[in-house]
């Protein structure tokens, strides 16, 4: 069994990567008084000019994986405060156009956490409906929105699922409907294609650290043509723009820069490494009874796979994967016991949605670890169930959904 | 979350694992818990005619604080009388095996688990061969 070089193995790539090499040496030639430490909002001296060119530099990265023009590029602590501001920054500055805004019930709880803030605030939300799949219905989005809707919040990648919003279609009827469309893409940045030229997003939330980067910081782009104002949420010496004050950590921004630069260069190969990993994972599960793949995996990420294993409970099975690094749709670990709210809006019965795990392939996975983790899945979930008052009755013909269960 | 050295025992070497005829008249079967609740436990004990639990095993659906709940009542009810098992107490359960106080609601399932068991027992002795289950009939 011990085929694979590292144990445990890394398979949550989606909640956050290692830094590339490439990516940590450039930090690290930023730190010290031989370094690259100057501030470069000192317009006086050669540090602040240095320091200053960096930060262009890895603006420059950014901005040409997204097809953006680099003013467009604001700097802030990572993707939550890249919602926060996106969408605190519109409803604050367009609130007298209107205080509707529309958003969707997967989306990440930077999102939903923003706009529940605001209705605190006196605004008002619509939290839109998805289909199995996991998409919108286009339909159902265009009859939700009013007159006095400003707002449209809709993420790229589900961060749970994997799977890829329509969100050109989406821009596209946002557009014509005179609404500003905000777009948290901190799960697609540097694996699938985002051209900004293109599609019609006016605020796009990145993070670095899904992406090889360093946690910490992150971006906000907001579109100049058409011109999308924001209101700063936070205030001081008027840097980007005013739009988030705060002396620029260089270190981390140089950091996201070639993280950025290395995922352009890699995306396409990236991709179908990733996606060859994620089929061969699959096809190692493939033979098991009761197995549930949450999310349409036509329109996805390649690199993460949602699967519920019926009749087996989330945390033990992780408890019993611990030679593996993955993360359950059970939220049993937290404080609360409710399964995903992600799960379940996809329409994933509790009992499913408490028996998922999300593996989420990256950079560094080689196939002896897939191989391992097919091994350990099968031979853990088996177990697990042999132990399963649920899996015998299954086995014995039982209808579960029929059984009268004492709720607790 | 880190889990009591008690909690990793039981979970990766559980006792008693298995199921009893669940329409033998020495039997009780307690199922309790919910699959939409992230838990289900099946206890069954074996009693002898003098009242006493020779045997019992377990199944459950659930995290490892849960299985390890399960288990260690096996281990405790065995060889006591349905009185002593039916005073045994959640608190005890948790005490034992550390739970922290988020998996404390595993503990009280054990104990509806031995309570329930009991009470299917006892409806067997009182009334016909096919006394309904009190929990998780399948209807």
Known sequence: MNNSERVPVYLDYAATTPADPRVAEKMMACLTMDGDFGNPASRSHVFGWKADDSVKEARGHVAALINADPREIVWTSGATESDNLAIKGVAHFYKKKGKHIITCKTEHKAVLDTCRQLEREGYEVTYLEVENSGFIDMKVLEDAIRDDTILISIMHVNNETGVIQDIAAIGELARSKGVIFHCDAAQSAGKVEIDLEKMKVDLMSFSAHKIYGPKGIGALYVRRKPRIRIEAQMHGGGHERGMRSGTLAVHQIVGMGEAFRV?????????????????????????????????????????????????????????????????????????????????RALGREDELAHSSIRFSLGRFTTEADVDYTIELVRKKVDKLRELSPLWEMYKDGVDLSKVQWAAH | ?????????????????????????????????????????????????????????????????????SSLLTEWVKGKTLQQASEIKNTELAEELALPPVKIHCSVLAEDAIKAAIEDYNSKGATAVDAPEKVADAS
């Open chain 2, 1 to 69: 979350m880190a889990y009591s050295d008690k909690v990793m025992d039981h979970y990766e070497n559980p006792r008693n694992v298995g199921s009893f005829d669940k329409d033998d008249n020495a039997v009780g079967t307690g199922m309790v818990g919910a699959p939409a609740c992230g838990d289900v436990m099946k206890l069954q004990i074996k009693v002898s005619d003098e009242g006493v639990i020779e045997d019992a095993k377990f199944k459950t659906y659930g995290c490892g604080s849960a299985i390890a709940s």
């Open chain 1, 263 to 343: 995922a352009k260069e890699e995306l396409a190969v990236e991709s179908e490494r990733l996606l060859a990993l994620r089929e061969r994972l699959l096809a190692g599960f493939s033979d098991m009874e009761e197995i549930y793949i949450n999310g349409d995996l036509s329109h996805h990420v390649p690199g993460l796979l949602n699967i519920s294993f019926n009749f087996v409970e989330g945390e033990s099975l992780i408890m019993a994967l611990k030679d593996i690094a993955v993360s359950s749709g059970s939220a049993c670990t937290s404080a609360s016991l409710e399964p995903s709210y992600v799960l």
